[in-house]
């Protein structure tokens, strides 16, 4: 595996590239696990570009994937999806407990989903395993910066990545993105 997960979704125009500036962030943080038996979580499939992103970017990684509206399926034994809310509170009671490496929220980017699907799912992550949420809006619909940001500060292993360029060039007001690691 030698291409570098930026090199990938460039090459797929993953919208994780063409829309925000992710990829090196996931480049640095997840180099160790590119060729490990590990389990992704992505919460939003679309039409499965992201899924199959880490489907070529781990070469050993189970992807499973989340939607509630119409999405792609696959049929590649490494690819599983699931149609659900993740603004469900019971949802992380579809997976065992310390399932996950690896979980990516890029589903409906509200505050309150986000927050709501987080609760949910922490127990299905592995210690050790990266909860990332994309896209953290800071409008002042969603309750400005400081209430986007600070309601994360306090979780476990928080990272704050923000106003970074994106790949045009330009300042986007969404492109912000937590991470959290289990510990
Ligand atoms: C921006 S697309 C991202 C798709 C994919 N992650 C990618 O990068 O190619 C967001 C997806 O999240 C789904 N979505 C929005 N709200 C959702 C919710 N509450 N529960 C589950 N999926 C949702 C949408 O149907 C859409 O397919």
Same mark, same amino acid.
């Given at each position: 595996?030698? /291409?570098?997960?930026?090199?990938?979704?460039?090459?797929?125009?993953?919208?994780?590239?063409?829309?925000?500036?992710?990829?090196?962030?996931?480049?640095?943080?997840?180099?160790?696990?590119?060729? &490990? $038996?590990?389990?992704?979580? &992505?919460?939003?499939?679309? /039409?499965? #570009?992201?899924?199959?992103?880490?489907?070529?970017?781990?070469?050993?990684?189970?992807?499973?994937?989340?939607?509630?509206?119409?999405?792609?399926?696959?049929?590649?034994?490494?690819?599983?999806?699931?149609?659900?809310?993740?603004?469900?509170?019971?949802?992380?009671?579809? @997976?065992?407990? #310390?399932? @996950? =490496?690896?979980?990516? /929220?890029?589903?409906?980017?509200?505050?309150? =989903?986000?927050?709501?699907?987080?609760?949910?799912?922490?127990?299905?992550?592995?210690?050790?395993?990266?909860?990332?949420?994309? =896209?953290?809006?800071?409008? $002042?619909? #969603?309750?400005?910066?400081?209430?986007?940001?600070?309601?994360?500060?306090?979780?476990?292993?928080?990272?704050? @990545?923000? #106003?970074?360029?994106?790949? @045009?060039?330009?300042?986007?007001?969404? =492109?912000?993105?937590?991470?959290?690691?289990? $510990?």
């Amino acid at each position: 595996m030698t /291409d570098s997960l930026e090199t990938i979704a460039k090459r797929l125009q993953s919208s994780k590239f063409t829309g925000h500036s992710y990829m090196p962030i996931y480049d640095d943080l997840f180099s160790h696990l590119r060729n &490990e $038996p590990i389990q992704i979580l &992505e919460l939003g499939v679309g /039409d499965g #570009n992201s899924m199959h992103l880490w489907l070529q970017g781990f070469a050993n990684a189970i992807i499973h994937g989340i939607d509630a509206s119409k999405f792609e399926t696959f049929t590649h034994p490494r690819m599983l999806t699931y149609a659900c809310d993740v603004s469900t509170p019971r949802l992380g009671l579809m @997976f065992p407990k #310390n399932q @996950f =490496d690896i979980i990516f /929220d890029d589903a409906s980017h509200k505050t309150t =989903d986000q927050r709501v699907a987080w609760m949910s799912l922490w127990p299905t992550l592995k210690p050790g395993g990266y909860y990332c949420i994309e =896209d953290i809006y800071m409008t $002042p619909e #969603n309750g400005g910066v400081d209430e986007a940001v600070r309601w994360w500060i306090d979780k476990p292993g928080f990272r704050v @990545f923000a #106003n970074f360029k994106t790949g @045009f060039g330009d300042f986007r007001n969404d =492109d912000v993105l937590i991470i959290l690691r289990k $510990p």
